[in-house]
């Protein structure tokens, strides 16, 4: 069964304090890693797909890597408006989530 | 621009009466169609995928018969929440699936009073 962990549940930054959300998954056939944004309220966001071990993808402040067992979503230089909940979600052929990160960024 | 539609966006309504949340596929053709249920502070838990032109499929533990999803066109899936209780009050958001893309709709929160 596939499985996805995200940590750490919650971070807090301050604005201009650059961080990383780990996704750590176990699946037997990726066929892509997916990178959400979700404020509350809304339904999540997308922001990067990852498809193979390597790569890696950026917009704006984040930027996100793939390894064969986890990714990485990077933050730069954040700012408050960054602030909402990072979903992860695997897909093979089936579409499994992480919990989430939720990250509050303080100005 | 949206790729995912749904509607209503907020729907308030007293127990015992039915709901249905429409989802649109705006940009392309959908065979299938995924509703998920979310709680607060919890992640997005798969209910039913929904295949145009047949019955849907649940997830274990979703009553069929209290959420019904028909599938009538390749860009409109419907999710009716029959009967409704206080306890399916949640965020109702609904997914499409596109060359291995996942667009999700921005969502339907559900209050039953």
């Known amino acids: 069964e596939d499985q996805v962990t995200q940590s750490p549940e919650a971070l807090r930054l301050q604005e201009g304090e650059s961080s990383s959300l780990n996704c750590s998954y176990t699946v037997s056939g990726l066929r892509g890693l997916f990178w959400y944004r979700q404020d509350p309220g809304k339904g999540p966001e997308f922001l990067f797909t990852l498809y193979s071990a390597g790569e890696e993808k950026e917009k704006e402040r984040l930027k996100a890597t793939l390894t064969k067992k986890e990714s990485f979503l990077h933050i730069t230089a954040p700012k408050p408006e960054d602030s909402a909940t990072y979903l992860c979600?695997?897909?093979?052929?089936?579409?499994?989530f992480g919990a989430g990160t939720t990250v509050t960024v303080r100005a | 621009g949206a790729v995912v539609s749904q509607h209503p966006s907020r729907v308030i309504c007293k127990s015992g009466t039915s709901v249905k949340i429409e989802c649109r596929s705006l940009?392309?053709?959908?065979?299938?169609m995924f509703w998920y249920r979310q709680f607060p502070k919890q992640s997005l838990m798969l209910m039913a995928t929904?295949?145009?032109?047949?019955?849907?499929?649940?997830e274990q533990g979703v009553e069929k018969d209290k959420f019904l999803i028909n599938h009538a066109s390749l860009t409109l899936s419907t999710l009716t929440v029959t009967s409704a209780h206080p306890e399916d009050s949640s965020f109702y958001i609904c997914r499409v699936s596109f060359h291995n893309e996942q667009f999700f709709g921005p969502g339907t929160r559900l209050t039953v009073l």
């Open positions: 929904s295949n145009e032109g047949s019955k849907a499929t649940y």
């Open positions: 979600a695997v897909y093979d052929y089936k579409l499994s």
């Open positions: 940009d392309f053709q959908a065979t299938t």
